[in-house]
């Protein structure tokens, strides 16, 4: 069975979502994943724009200005509802890690 779109997020739509709490353009959401992450995440400008349609057709954001080609975003109500689902979905992984792996003696 295929996957639904958007069930679960790439690090590179998280981190997109998560820049775009506050109102930002392209470029400033490359800079700040980039800064968040410390170089971790990459995202190549092809990639943040066509995240940024996927989320546009998905009503996950919507765009607040437009100022010649910069375009700016800010999440929608439905976006924060997904971005907080991933967040519990990455939490309960991490949990069942420090369960099995750290608290069970597995690591060192």
Known sequence: M???KFQT???QMFYVLLCLRQEQCGMEILDQVD???GGRVKVGSGTLY???EQFLDA???RETKVEGRK???ILTEAGRKRLAEEYQRISAQA???KKLMIEG???P
């Open 71 to 73: 375009r700016s975003y």
């Open 2 to 4: 295929p996957r639904l």
């Open 9 to 11: 997020l790439t690090e």
């Open 105 to 107: 003696g597995d690591l």
């Open 59 to 61: 009503e996950m954001i």
């Open 95 to 97: 949990e069942d890690y």
């Open 35 to 37: 800064a968040l992450t």
């Open 50 to 52: 066509n995240l940024l």
